[in-house]
């Protein structure tokens, strides 16, 4: 069945690179998109960014600058790594197969010193 | 960007109630609209996919509707199992976006 499971520090000094994981299975990363959303505590959802299931990716237009979303086939792993982070990074990081019926169990990632 | 406006952002209702939350996009999105609901401590669950189309396993009470640029969720007859928040997104263009979020609560 299709799984994703996102992997990753949960701890991450502010200022530091955040790199997150997601390892799939049920499908490949050729032919769905992943994407990546993130929940900080008590707050809404925002949509992060994605990898296309062609290689193609966009970003959320405030974290552009800051964020890369690349992938290995091979290993059915999709990676978000976040520069320069700061407490209000603080949240749930969740990767879901077209933002459907398909989530990871997200990992709460927290920006402290 | 599109920007989705959802309300309200708390919604107390009693059991039985019928309730309605809704998203007006700023721009034309089609169809492009999903629904979700997440209980704490879980990942959301996608209710209503193409504005108004009944994901798989999920009850017939909710059910979705568009009038021109706004969208809505009707659950019929609120169960205590719905008491969730509830979100929308838009998938028409990138960058997605999501709505502010619905807090559904008992009264």
């Known amino acids: 069945q299709v799984q994703l499971k996102e992997s990753g520090p949960g701890l991450v000094q502010p200022s530091q690179t955040l790199s997150l994981t997601c390892t799939v299975s049920?499908?490949?990363?050729?032919?769905?998109?992943v994407h990546w959303v993130r929940q900080p505590p008590g707050k809404g959802l925002e949509w992060m960014g994605r990898?296309?299931?062609?290689?193609?990716?966009s970003y959320n237009s405030a974290l552009k600058s800051r964020l890369s979303i690349s992938r290995d086939t091979s290993k059915n792993q999709v990676f978000l790594k976040m520069n320069s982070l700061q407490t209000d990074d603080t949240g749930t990081y969740y990767c879901?197969?077209?933002?459907?019926?398909?989530w990871g169990q997200g990992t709460l990632v927290t920006v402290s010193s | 960007d599109i920007q989705m406006t959802q309300s309200p952002s708390s919604l107390p209702a009693s059991l039985g109630d019928r309730v309605t939350i809704t998203c007006r996009a700023s721009q034309d999105i089609g169809n492009y609209l999903r629904w979700f609901q997440q209980k704490p401590g879980k990942s959301p669950r996608l209710m209503i996919y193409g504005a108004t189309n009944l994901a798989a396993g999920v009850p017939s009470r909710f059910s979705g509707s568009r009038s021109g640029s706004d969208y809505s969720l009707t659950i019929s007859s609120l169960e205590s199992e719905d008491m969730a928040d509830y979100y929308c997104l838009q998938s028409k263009e990138s960058p997605l976006t999501f709505g502010s979020g619905t807090k559904l609560e008992i009264k």
């Open positions: 049920g499908f490949s990363l050729t032919s769905y998109n």
């Open positions: 990898m296309r299931y062609n290689g193609d990716t």
């Open positions: 879901t197969r077209d933002v459907g019926v398909a």
